[in-house]
Structures are given as C-alpha cells and as structure tokens.
C-alpha cells in the first residue's frame, strides 16, 4: 500500500525567528506492505510547539537532548491520527493514536521499536475518549502535562501562595495558571495584546493580567501586581521578565522552567538573573520536561480529565487547516500570534 | 563592669572591592551590669566572610534577609568566645561561646531574646569539645554546614559523580570538595594561584584542579576536566564560571548556590546562563543558606567531627591577628589572598 504524504521540512537551518520561507511542503510517498511490522497512520491533527525551532538550528542546547532537525528531513511533532493499516497485533485500523511522529500527512511507525512505542498510545474508546481528538495533543498531551508537572511536581504549590505565568495565553501558561487557581493560588499572568489579557482575567479566571509591552519597567509592574512578592514563576519567556520576576520573588520562591521562548529567536536579549537575589532569598530554579514524569502521566491526565469534565478548565486551542498552513502556523508562534495551543488539522 | 571595647565599622556604605580605608576601628565600651540578663562575652577569633560585603552596600538583595549595616555601625559576625560576665542563669563565666556577634573584642547578649539566643550556642566540654576552638567558626561553623548541606541536601551526590568546585581553596570550597570525595565522587576544583591548585590535589585529595586564571576559555577548560560531564556544581564564583560549568553540565545536573563571591564587587561581569542549556539538561540552581538546615547542624557535626578525628577531612584555616588586622584581612578576601576560612584571632 502506497499513500501520496506531504511532508514539512526546513530548506536551511533556522536561526533567528522563522519565516515562512524557511520552510517546504514536499511531495513523498509513504509505503506501507503487510510484513513490514508497521502501522500507517493517517494524522488528523499536528501539534504546533515553539520549542522546535531549537531542533532548527545548527548548534543549540536541545542537541543534548534532542537530535537536530536537518533541512529537507522530516520534521518530528506529536500527532493525533488514525491507523489505516497495521501489520501489528497490537493496532488495527480504526485506532486513533497519539505519538510523536511528524509534521506529515501520514506516518508509520513500528510497534516493536521500543523508542517508538514509549511516544505513542491509543485514545482510549477511540474518537478522543470523550474528549475531543485535539485536546490529546494539547489540554491532555504535552502541553497539560508540562503544566501539571510544571506547577504540582516542580512547584509544589501551597493554598494561598502567590503565582505568577508568563505568556500566560500560551499554550502550557493557559493551563498553568487555571491549575493555580484549582490549587488556591492567587494568579496573575503577562500577554501580549490587550484582547489576550481580556481572555485571561474575563475567560480564564486570573485574579489579574497585564500587557507586558505596555510595561516600561517589568520590575515595578511586578511589584504592583504582587505587593507581597511572588512565590512561584511559571516561566516560558525568559530574558527580562525572569530579572524581574526574581526581583520580585519571595523566600523560597520556585521557578519552574520549561521554556523561554524569547530566547529561542535571540531576539530579545538574555537574563541576567541576580544571583544575589538568587541566594539570599534561597530561590529554586528549575529546568524540566513533562517527559521527566511519564510514569505519573495516567495519574495528570485523570485528574486534568475530570476538570474539564466539571467545566473547571478552560481549554484553549487554534487551530488552522492542510499540511500547507504549518509554515505559517509555526512562524506566527514567534510573533504572538496564537492563542492557546497551535494545531493543524488536516482534512 | 565596663571594659574596654574596640569594634570594627565601615566609614561609609562600601561599593565595588572593599579596601582597608573603608573600615575604621572604634573605641567603644561594653557596659555589663548583675542585673542587666545580660551575658559578657570576651571574642577569641572572629569570622571573616565574603558575604558580609552585601550587608554593607547602599542596596542589595542580601537586605531581602539581612538588615544592610549603617556607617559607624558594629558589624555582625560569627565569633567565638569566652564568657567573662553572666547575669543569665544559662551562662556562668568560663563557658565557651559561638554566635552571631560582631567584629568587636567584648560583645554582650541577652540569653532571653529568642532571634538572639538562636544563634548562640555553648561549645560542648569547653574549650573546644575536644577540637581547637577556631574549628568551631570553620569546619563546625557555618562553613562546614555550609559545605554539608549544600553538597547533601542540595546536591544529594550519588557514589561516582563527576562534582565541580570553584573557589575550591575557600572557606566553603575546600571542604565541599572534600566531603564529595568522601562520597565517592569525582571532583575538581578550581583556584586562582598554581600553589592553591597543588593544596587542592597534594594536600586535600581532589583528584584534579586548575588555575581559573591561566584558561582563556573556560568552557573548554572544564569540557578537558570532565569529559563526561558535570554532576554537581558546588558554585562560589558566579560569572562567567557559572556559564561555562552549564554548558559541561549533563541532565539532571544540580547547581548549589551558596556565594558568588564575583558578582559581590560588581568587578566582573554577571553570568548570563543559557537557560535552553537549564531546560534541556533539566538543570536545577538553587540558592541556599546553610541556616535553612538548622535543626540538622547536631547531625552534620557529628558527622563532620567524626571525619576530622579519623583524620579523613583537612582543615584550612588562615589567621590573622588583633582587632585592627580586621579590614586588611576582609579586603583580602577579595583579592583572593586567603587560603581556607579567614579568622582573626584576639589577645
């Protein structure tokens, strides 16, 4: 079986933030026969994620983790799908399943790979489990989890404590700052346009929400919105607004640190966090992948399951159409331009 | 009773490397009365810490923990001593004392205010508990608590970790680098002089060191002294030795943070970390004081007691003389003079 499969790939490495024009959409085929041991997957839905952009580049810190992206290669992404054809017997067609797989129409992946089979799992019930299909891929995928692992496992939050969530109408900040809130915190959160702030204090239930481009000095606006200092930063940006946000810090405040997006492009200048802020106030800053906590995963995902059930969180997702949007869905990501989780659905 | 008290102050808020010339010694008195609940003390050695320099800039963060010190002020310090005066039930003349006093000859205290009674403690069996008594403010002081927990509660070191230690002929340094070798762990340390870097491997067993000083980079230095990477990083500098044990360090790497004796001054420049670096290894930094582990200083001394009896741990101590010795000895800190915890002995 031969399926036509337009694949993304980047002509060039990627340094800087993106554009459009860093990107292809080639023509390949996928070929799939019924002794090969593989499954076909037909993705319905691509998970859009800042954090690829380091995979882009020709040196970076994700290479420790992560191989490099080379140009005209595949590109690897979670995906939601259907398998079309499986020469397994643990998949048969009709399951819908969730891996990371890639920026492709179709994919195939072989069960017996141990590598492989720790990324993918099938929708439970089939369809989304109850849920729809996209939020396995952003309230109930990545981005939930490092949310969840982020604030409950780094963080540890206590009732009452004071959060902060930068870009926090991004895909993990929006779901960062709602688990605040269920865990008592008192919660505010920085975005980027006045319709984003809205969302957040009208939408999403912060106990506040500025523009942080209206803000000359992050410092003193910190200090305004957290009179008694912050006590958890749910980091995503990076640069100046962690110097503030440590400026701003309580005794053993805890920074969670999962990505820093203005410095994925070196666009914005660095952090130069203080260290003296650092020590004296006995501050933790952390580094972490939700992938840290896969075996807790079942245990999130019940718990995130049953808050959406009640209507207790707000998931938002963007969503554009066809493998010809990822390019510009991808270089909007550095613009500001999404709102919650990115997706791409494909017909 | 009234004896005569010379003290140290500084003569104006202190900025940048201090010098002798910012300090002057006092005259004073120590008036003690039967009836005062007071307790006298007469200081034998006085600690010398680099961290006090915070205390005595206009701002810094250090003020989040600590009051700043105000011109013409007594300076708070660690001492030990004996007592020669006790209006408190507690206290009877001849016991030997280390608290937070000040960089003074004669301190008073009264046993019955809790912040104070806090940090004084009688020295078991007088005269030292069977150790000198200058080991009290060293390697049984907040040094060697310093070291301790930052190594085993921070850092928790697992048998054949690879562990970086800056400034690691220091106070701190010498001995975290020591007890990570008591733990089983690979360990450098680094130092500003060729015969600091011998001290480090002839004298204290590290089982590598080198001169900071003669490394144009860095980075490379240590990618040359780990080639499979750092653990731990046991941090006393800052700057730019803090980027480049980063960029060495392997996942799940942990950074104690302690003193960043480079950034105290403001003489070099700030670290910038590449924080995709602290996601993609999942990196932890976290900043300490060893008096968040108090309830745990009677473990870790038996510990270390034990280490120095069974001749296992090498106490470096550097001794200066007299109350007016004071400023030279504190600048010198800063010029990286001192080998080991700097103490003022008293007549």
Redesign the interface.
């Given at each position: 079986m031969e399926v036509r499969n337009r694949y993304v790939a980047t002509r060039r490495h990627v340094e800087g933030a993106p554009t459009e024009a860093d990107f292809e959409v080639i023509e390949g085929t996928a070929r799939w026969s019924p002794d090969s041991g593989e499954v076909l997957v037909k993705n319905l839905f691509l998970s859009i994620d800042p954090y690829q952009l380091?995979r882009m580049k020709v040196t970076?810190?994700?290479h420790?983790?992560?191989d490099g992206i080379l140009p005209g290669q595949r590109i690897a992404a979670y995906t939601a799908g259907e398998v079309v054809a499986s020469a397994s017997p643990e998949y048969a067609a009709g399951d819908v399943v969730v891996g990371v797989f890639g920026w492709e129409e179709y994919s195939l992946f072989d069960p017996s790979s141990p590598a492989t089979a720790a990324t993918v799992h099938k929708v439970a019930g089939g369809g989304g489990g109850g849920f729809p299909l996209s939020h396995h891929l952003s309230v109930l995928g990545t981005s939930g989890m490092t949310a969840y692992a982020g604030l409950f496992e780094v963080c540890k939050p206590a009732k009452g404590e004071k959060v902060f969530v930068s870009a926090a109408s991004g895909s993990v900040g929006s779901l960062a700052g709602q688990f605040a809130k269920l865990a008592g915190c008192y919660v505010v959160g920085c975005a980027g346009t006045q319709a984003k702030v809205d969302l957040l204090k009208d939408k999403l239930g912060f106990d506040d929400a500025f523009n942080y481009k209206e803000e000359p000095d992050l410092k003193s606006a910190l200090k305004r919105y957290f009179p008694d200092g912050i006590d958890i930063y749910f980091e995503n940006v990076?640069g100046e607004m962690?110097e503030a946000a440590l400026a701003n810090m309580n005794?053993y405040g805890r920074v969670a640190?999962?990505?820093?997006i203005s410095?994925?492009t070196g666009a914005g200048r660095?952090?130069?966090?203080?260290?003296?802020?650092?020590?004296?106030?006995?501050?933790?800053?952390?580094?972490?992948?939700a992938w840290?906590f896969l075996p807790k995963f079942p245990e999130f995902g019940a718990v995130i399951g049953e808050w959406i059930r009640q209507g207790k969180v707000h998931v938002l997702e963007d969503v554009s159409e066809g493998i010809d949007s990822v390019p510009a869905a991808f270089a909007a990501l550095f613009r500001g331009h999404n709102v919650g989780k990115k997706l791409v659905k494909l017909a």
């Open positions: 380091n970076s810190a994700s420790h983790a992560v990076g962690l005794t640190l999962s990505g820093v410095e994925y660095r952090a130069v966090p203080d260290l003296l802020e650092v020590i004296y106030k006995r501050i933790t800053i952390r580094g972490f992948f840290d």
